[in-house]
C-alpha cells in the first residue's frame, strides 16, 4: 500500500462545476503539499499545510489531521485548471517528501 | 526573480557515459533535493541536502551521486547511466526541509539509450 493515496485518478468536468481532489496518508506527516502540474511539466506549489483550511482565488485545501486526510477544491472550476494536481507529504522526523500518484484534473468547456 | 533553474532541459545519452545535470537557486533555500517522475510511479524522491556537505538518500538513491559543496548548487550525477534511468527529472528547493514552500525547477528530460 501507498503512503500517500489520491483519488480520484483521472476526473473529468464541465466548466462551472465544484471539483475535489482527495487525498490520504498513512505516516506521521510535519506537512502535506499541494501541487499543480501543468502539460509541459512545470510543477508549481498551490498550498502548504499542517492543520485546518487554507483558500486561494478559487482553490481550497483542508486537512483533517486525526483522520490522515487532505482534500483539494476547486470551485467555478475553468479549462484553465485542467493540470494534474499531486499532493504529497513532509515525512515527521525527517526531511523526506513522499508523492502521491497525481489526479488528472479535465475541465471541458 | 526567486527560481530554480537545471540544465540541460533535454539531454539524450548512451549506456555508461557520465552525466551532471545541474540545479540552482537564488533563493539562499537550506534544503534542496532531486526526483524523478515517471508514468504510472509519480514523483519519487532520489536525494535530498539539509545543508553544504549534508545530504541523505531518498527513495531510490541507486545509480545517483548528489554534492553539496555551494549552497545554491546541487548537482546530480549518473556516473554509468543505463536505459532504467531514462526519466523527467526535477530539482527543487525550500526554505528548511520538506514543511516548508517546495520550489521547483522546470524539469530535465533525460533519455538514456
Known amino acids: 500500500k501507498n503512503e500517500v493515496e489520491q483519488s480520484p485518478q483521472n476526473l473529468t468536468a464541465q466548466e462551472g462545476e465544484f471539483i475535489t481532489i482527495n487525498c490520504s496518508y498513512s505516516?506521521?506527516?510535519?506537512?502535506l503539499h499541494w501541487l499543480q502540474q501543468h502539460p509541459g511539466g512545470g510543477i508549481v506549489s498551490l498550498f502548504m499545510l499542517s492543520s485546518g483550511k487554507k483558500k486561494h482565488g478559487r482553490l481550497i485545501a483542508t486537512i483533517n489531521i486525526q483522520e490522515k486526510h487532505s482534500s483539494l477544491h476547486i470551485t467555478a472550476s475553468h479549462p484553465r485548471d485542467s493540470a494534474v494536481y499531486i499532493c504529497a507529504v513532509g515525512q515527521g522526523g525527517s526531511e523526506k517528501l513522499v508523492f502521491g500518484k497525481g489526479t488528472k484534473l479535465t475541465v471541458n468547456p | 526573480e526567486a527560481q530554480v533553474t537545471q540544465n540541460p532541459r533535454y539531454l539524450i545519452t548512451v549506456t555508461g557515459k557520465k552525466l551532471t545535470v545541474t540545479c540552482s537557486q537564488n533563493m539562499n533555500h537550506e534544503y534542496m533535493s532531486w526526483y524523478r517522475q515517471d508514468p504510472g510511479l509519480g514523483l519519487r524522491q532520489i536525494y535530498y541536502s539539509m545543508n553544504v556537505e549534508v545530504t541523505d538518500k531518498g527513495d531510490v538513491p541507486e545509480g545517483y551521486k548528489v554534492s553539496r559543496k555551494e549552497k545554491r548548487n546541487f548537482p546530480l550525477i549518473l556516473e554509468s547511466p543505463s536505459p532504467n534511468q531514462t526519466s523527467l527529472y526535477f530539482c527543487?528547493?525550500?526554505?528548511?526541509?520538506?514543511?516548508?514552500?517546495?520550489?521547483f525547477g522546470p524539469g530535465t528530460r533525460l533519455t538514456v539509450t
Open positions: 527543487a528547493s525550500s526554505l528548511w526541509g520538506g514543511s516548508y514552500e517546495q520550489y
Open positions: 505516516v506521521g506527516i510535519s506537512a
